[in-house]
């Protein structure tokens, strides 16, 4: 094997992340159209799947194994406990669990992220990848406060139940990241709507923050290889001496 062809192998994988983005956007796609009745159950179901590709990538990157799968098991739990039995404690709990599994999901990319080397498809991904989860976890943040302190946001649909909570503040999340604000859903409490403006800074913070890191990875990747180059090229020219 060629020295061209063992540096084209890694090139060639895919991303770590990819299956998890790629699930995660399916959720995503889906969520604001089931509608029908019994469609909780298919979001439960693709939301478990990103739990459960979710904890296989993440514990592939040699994060602290058990804690984190315990972490995962229990808002699995959790979450099939709300839809089954029903009850605003159960849907609370199973709501704070997610949070804080996203939440530990995206410190762990965030991480992996910002120690990468080089401007890589799976730095991409990764990028991605916590911008929508951070979406993700505003979106059940804003759940957890409205069940916890009812009338904190204006323009909820009334006939929504409480497993339909969840893809409205999903979409309010996902406008609010990006810094859209149709203004359908308004913030009325002062406990949810310095959350809302952190979650806009966030947003906007992000994209400058990590299109710099992308591009400095990328200038760092090119000035590693004009140096192998130069390192390479220079003994021919020194034979001359």
Known sequence: MTAQSQLSVPRNRVPKYAVLLLVLCLLIAFTPTATATGSAVLVEMLFDAVIIVGAYSV????APRWPFLALTVLTFIARWCALLWGGLEL???AVAFTVIW???VVLIVLGELFG????TRGAI???????????VVFGNLYQLIELSRPGSFSGIPSHSALDQLGDA???????TLTTVGFGDIIPVSSLVRPVVALEGAVGTLYIAVIIARLVALHVASGNR????????????HSTGD
Do not use: C, H, Q, W
């Open 91 to 93: 849907e609370i709990i």
């Open 169 to 175: 503040f999903l979409y309010f999340s996902l406008v």
């Open 59 to 62: 514990t592939r990157s040699g």
């Open 225 to 236: 290889g004009n140096g192998r180059s130069y390192s390479e090229m220079a003994p021919a």
């Open 116 to 119: 990468a080397r080089g401007a």
């Open 125 to 135: 991904t990764k990028s991605v990848l916590v911008y929508l989860l951070i979406a």
């Open 102 to 104: 996203t939440a530990l």
